[in-house]
């Protein structure tokens, strides 16, 4: 496991205070964030998100504002250089992931591709 402040992953301020929320209202204070991206959705990736107690042994930690965010070594590879965001809209309210290696992606912004 690898601690880090986010040179590679960035997590804004918003992003970490919303994980917080999330996580109390689920009753699972102090748990984190896992960030994953996967096959599929309509361009070929999509991330995917849920609550994690503890992190594994290939995880990238990411500490903002007093909450973790893990991203797994695979994942890590297709978010390299991006950075985690909270955005709230009349429509709802959804993380957002601002990646530079993405070609591509959905209107609905879980699924992108790489080149």
Do not use: K
Not at 29 to 44: E, I, P, Q
Not at 84 to 99: K, P, R, T
């Amino acid at each position: 496991m690898s601690v880090m402040t986010g040179e590679t992953f960035a997590v804004t301020p918003r992003a970490a205070e919303e994980i917080a929320a999330i996580a109390a209202r689920e009753g699972r204070a102090g748990a984190g964030l896992r960030v994953t991206v996967s096959a599929g959705g309509c361009s070929g990736l999509q991330y995917g998100f849920a609550l994690e107690d503890a992190a594994a042994e290939d995880d990238l930690v990411i500490e903002e504002g007093g909450v973790r965010v893990f991203v797994d070594s695979t994942s890590l590879e297709f978010l390299a250089g991006s950075r985690l965001d909270w955005h709230e809209a009349l429509i709802g309210a959804h993380f957002i992931v601002s990646n530079p290696q993405a070609v591509s992606g959905c209107g609905c912004g879980t699924s992108f591709a790489v080149a």
